[in-house]
């Protein structure tokens, strides 16, 4: 009987401690996300639309990352923004670069990481843009060729970009 009572005890006592502990880590994460709220509301920013210079407009979100755990505080983030057709935005997200809490220049920042994504799309394009024309004129010769095997072609292997 008196074992049937101690192991109650020690039940309701490890219960409370449970309970107790669960209580109070929900009572810290409800805090913690206040203040996480209230730092994003007094540091986020967000402007739509910024223009490039080529004339795309874009979504601009900087975020101050206030968790420690980034070696880098203001994070950058660019959207190509979508109408859908509810009369509400689709962001897809295209661009994303992170800068220490000394940049405090939100403008130039946005202006950087816009001029970037677009540079880096220009280039991509004409990379594609080579490498289709080489594949072209490539198909053209292919095309003229005569089919007749000559030994000046049989010596020489083709050269390919990883030759380079």
């Known amino acids: 009987m008196l074992d049937i ?3 109650s005890i020690f039940m309701i006592i490890l219960f ?3 309970g107790l502990g669960l209580y109070l880590f929900i009572k810290t994460t ?3 996300n206040r203040e996480r709220k ?3 509301n007094k540091y986020n920013v967000s402007k739509f639309p910024v223009t490039s210079k080529s004339g795309v407009k874009y979504f601009v979100e900087i975020e101050y990352r ?3 755990y980034h070696s880098y505080d203001l994070g950058v983030h660019v959207y190509e923004r979508t109408l859908k057709t509810n009369s509400k935005y689709n962001d897809k997200r295209v661009e994303s670069k992170f800068a220490s809490t000394n940049t405090t220049d939100y403008i130039s920042l946005a202006s950087y990481v816009v001029n970037n994504y677009e540079e880096k799309i220009n280039t991509n394009n004409l990379r594609h843009k080579k490498h289709n024309e080489l594949l072209n004129s490539g198909k053209k010769l292919f095309e003229e060729w005569d089919g007749i095997i000559k030994d000046e072609l049989i010596k020489s292997r083709p050269k390919t970009d990883r030759d380079e």
């Open 38 to 40: 209230a730092l994003d």
């Open 66 to 68: 206030h968790d420690g």
């Open 16 to 18: 409370g401690i449970v």
């Open 30 to 32: 409800i805090e913690s």
């Open 5 to 7: 009572v101690l192991s």
